[in-house]
């Protein structure tokens, strides 16, 4: 059970004493808004949502990845040029292309002492590759054969078959065997043990999570002392936080504010492109939407360079692919103009001239609002197409999501390392509900069948040229038009140094920043 406002956890596993001075930094924290009155750094955090989990086996949300990345370790990272960073990891070596062979750093230990070993990684993926775990990763462990550990320092994962892309799939938070046996998911998940720069110190549902610096970091001790984030969904509300010294560090500002924060001199904004992209996703089993003529009728209605240019303030490029522009294998030929007069005909080919009612879901964010508002009126007017918009907080917009009942959503997709990443959960018929994301119940045998090829072989060109086909049949299939690839945009005090996204855009950099003050 999570901790309310009136009762707050310190975890697992540390002495009374630890706890009587967790609850008081805590207490004090509560009382002043800055943690302890002792000289200790916080840094407080504005972040878009509500943290769901701190399991790291149930990570799907970013409001989620943002806190794991600094409470749990996985086997490897990448930089910011995608090269591979062993972290729990050594050396991972492949002595054929379909096992992986993992030799551990030894003397890691998890927060509370106990020494990581290969039980725990083993715990780990076991986990996610069982298909009644109900995991969300379960679409990219599936595949793993066997998972043996023939000492305390090594891990081999034998796979099925070939998979290019697996090597991007081993930067999972591990999981501490001992702990969560002992005290089962739902509490590990509000109360989590982890190994990271950072361990947790309570979760305030609706105010705030907190971590402290883990003293026994193998990197080193972070400097900052202590982390604070608080939920604030309302863009605008953040940048006021921010601009008044409520937060130190806000993620997700609004394009429209970069202007006026750039000549704030108490707030720095940071810009960089992301591997991502936004979608609006369409079923292909409610009602007309069945028909691929329609979905491609209104992919044709979205003016996408007028949401990049008005709503987006220009920060983001117009999308036309899950494979994002920045991937080696992005086809930049694909994709629906904006016609709507071609639109109108199609519907009136599918048999829907005087249009029909939908409804069309989005999560509280004025930018979501803001195109979801500007697909409305351009269905309505183009296509006599009536969308209800409903705004829906973000663990039930993800659980309608998974039950199939939504026409349509605006939803994005983000860590896209390889291009599996980009399209393999999304639209392969493996990972229909509950066993993957393909929410849109996407299928089509070809696009399966080339991406399997994809995954399974290792020539380069040979997955180029498959993943090049493979746009042009999803693209034109319409299960998701993809609007945008959005720029990261964040905004900091001048107080805050050295802290630079991950390439996943989540806070791991936390852990070599400091505080000017």
Known sequence: MRSTASETRAPRGRSSARALVVLCAA??????????????????????????????????????????????VPLLVWDEELNIVPMLAESIENPDDRTYHITLREGLTFH????????????????????DGGYLGLSFYRDIESIETPDRYTVV?????????????????????????????????????????????????GERVVL????????????????????????????????????????RIDPLDVERLDLDPA???????????????????????????????????IPKSDIVEFILDGVGQVGNSPIVAESWAHDPDVGFPYDPERGAELLAEAGYADGFE?????????????VAELIQQELGRHGNIDVAVSEIESASFFERLAEGTVPMWIAGWGALADPDRGVY????????????????????ERADELMDLARTTTDFDERRAYYLELQEIVVDDASYVILYYPEVI?????DLEGFAYDPFHHFLGLKDASLNR
Do not use: C
């Not at 930067?171 to 998911?185: A, L, M, Q, S, T």
């Not at 939908?358 to 803001?370: A, V």
């Not at 959960?425 to 089509?444: I, K, L, T, V, W």
């Open 157 to 205: 994962l034998t796979l099925a078959e070939p998979s290019s892309p697996f090597i991007y799939y081993l930067n999972h938070g591990i999981v501490p065997k001992h702990y969560v046996e002992e005290v089962g998911d739902e509490a590990f998940s509000s109360e989590p043990l982890g190994s990271g720069p950072f361990q947790f110190v309570e979760w305030v549902t």
């Open 358 to 370: 939908t409804e069309l879901i989005i999560r509280p964010d004025p930018i979501n609002r803001q």
């Open 112 to 131: 509370d002492g106990t020494e990581i070993t290969s039980e725990d990684v083993a715990y780990t993926y076991d986990g996610l590759r069982d298909p």
């Open 27 to 72: 207490l004090s924290l509560t009382v002043f808004g800055l943690g302890s009155a002792a000289a200790q750094s916080t840094l407080t955090i504005g972040v878009d949502a509500e943290t769901s989990s701190m399991d790291p086996r149930q990570s799907g949300t970013v409001a989620n990845q943002n806190i794991m990345t600094l409470l749990h």
């Open 212 to 251: 402290e610096a883990y003293d026994d970091w193998f990197e080193g001790r972070p400097e900052i002392d202590r982390l604070v984030f608080r939920p604030i969904t309302d863009t605008t509300v953040r940048t006021i936080e921010l601009e008044t010294g409520g937060v130190d560090l806000v993620d």
């Open 490 to 494: 964040s905004a900091a005090s001048p």
């Open 425 to 444: 959960r999304q639209f392969h018929s493996r990972n229909h509900p509950p066993a993957g994301p393909n929410r849109q119940f996407y299928e089509n």
């Open 267 to 301: 707030v720095d904004v940071t810009r960089s492109p992301s591997a991502r992209y936004e979608n609006l996703g369409i079923s292909t089993r409610l009602g007309p939407l069945e028909d691929v003529l329609v979905r491609r009728a209104i992919a044709h209605m």
